[in-house]
Each structure stands twice: as C-alpha cells, then as structure tokens.
C-alpha cells in the first residue's frame, strides 16, 4: 500500500531558529499532499494544501511567511517553520493523496507525525 | 463553515465489548474516512466509503456512508485491548463546484475500562 514518511519524527529546537520538516511519497507519485497541526488531545486542523510545481494554498489564519512549504518533486514537499518561537511547538503531520478506484474514490496516507518544540 | 460532530467524545470498553461511534455533518459529503490514531503516531486508515449507504468492513470494523450523505457510523465488534487509541472520522464534499478539502471531526477515545 501507499506510505508517506515523514522525517524527523521528533526535532527541539532555539527559538529564533528555523526547522525543516520532510514528507515523502515512497511508492506513488503525490501531486498533492496536505500539511496539519494537532495540538494535545485535539483533531487534526489543515495548515496548508502543497502542489506539486505551484504555490501552496494556506488556510485562513496560517501564515504563509513562517510556515513555508516547497513541493518541488512528486514525491516531496518540505514545511520550514522559520523564527521559531514556543507557541509553535506541536504535532505537524503531513498527508498525500493516494490514487485511487476511479477520479474521485482518492484516499488520504499520513506520515507519522513530527513532534517540534521550540525551547 | 462545514462542521463535522463526532460522537462519542470518550469511551470505556470492556473486552468482547461492541463499541460504536458516529458523526454528522453540516453538508453532504461524497466521501467518509475513519482512521485511527495511536499516541505520538499519524493516523492510520481504517475503513474509505465513497457512496451513500455503503457498508464496509475491515475485519472486525464496519463503517457505514449514510444515506443522507451527511453522516457516517464506525462500529468495532468483540472489542480487543489493542483497539484503545483515538478515532478520527473524517469526509469532504463538493463546495462551490469543487473538491473540498478533508474536514476532520474532533476524535473518539477509546479506553479501557478500570
């Protein structure tokens, strides 16, 4: 099946310093992966929409300028926090879109997660 | 905006127990997914339905896509220790002519019972 790797699973970091966060597709080809943020005891919440070749779409109220993403490659797409600061520490996970049966029956693979605090 | 109200919040289960679960959306939705999410972990995929009142089964998890395209139930038979961790529904649909994204409602915890 469809498996997304993320890397690093766990990174502590200074704050001011900026952190990059890797999400690849290793059996597929992911035009499109999905970056989230999930805070302790809480769902997932979509930061971002990364398109292979093209500007990411952000959601309302995410900052384009410190949470920067790069999917350069079908089979890549980077998030870099930058100026790090406390508030930023949480659960990043990432997702690709898998093919699927038909145009429309795609499924979502997660990566398994990075655990980012910003000391 | 397009909510998604999953319920329960919590709940204990006993070994051998069935355990179900449910969520309702405040628009249709052409597809519903449950994963599951173990501590420090992704989510995992458990069960994809992607047309009205289809059931699914994955071993001992059965989901639903209800027919009203607005709500979806999970159920997990003979309940094992190993089913404890979070579950997440999670759907989308057409908005404004396009694909929505993927709407995640806010996760049932399974726990054992003490």
């Known amino acids: 099946g469809a498996v997304v790797s993320q890397h690093p699973s766990r990174v502590i970091c200074k704050s001011g310093t900026s952190v990059k966060i890797e999400c690849r597709s290793l059996d597929f080809q992911a035009t499109t992966m999905f970056w989230y943020r999930q805070f302790p005891k809480q769902s997932l919440m979509l930061m971002a929409t990364?398109?292979?070749?093209?500007?990411?779409?952000?959601e309302q109220g995410v900052e384009k300028d410190k949470f920067l993403i790069n999917h350069a490659s079908l089979t890549l797409s980077t998030l870099t926090v930058t100026s790090a600061h406390p508030e930023d520490s949480s659960f990043y996970i990432c997702s690709a879109r898998t093919p699927g049966q038909g145009a429309s029956n795609y499924g979502y693979t997660f990566g398994s997660g990075t655990r980012l605090t910003v000391v | 905006g397009q909510q998604l109200n999953q319920s329960p919040q919590s709940m204990f289960i006993q070994e051998g127990e069935d355990v179900s679960m449910n969520c309702t959306s405040s628009s249709i939705f052409n597809t519903w997914l449950w994963y599951k999410q173990d501590p420090g972990e992704g989510p995992v995929l458990l069960i994809a339905?992607?047309?009205?009142?289809e059931l699914t089964s994955n071993g001992r998890l059965t989901a639903q896509f209800g027919i009203t395209r607005k709500d979806s139930f999970l159920n997990i038979s003979a309940s094992i220790p190993s089913d404890v961790g979070i579950y997440f529904c999670a759907g989308r649909g057409y908005y404004g002519g396009s694909q929505g994204n993927l709407i995640f409602g806010k996760g049932t915890k399974l726990s054992v019972k003490p």
């Open positions: 990364s398109n292979e070749g093209s500007k990411a779409t952000y």
């Open positions: 339905l992607y047309k009205a009142g």
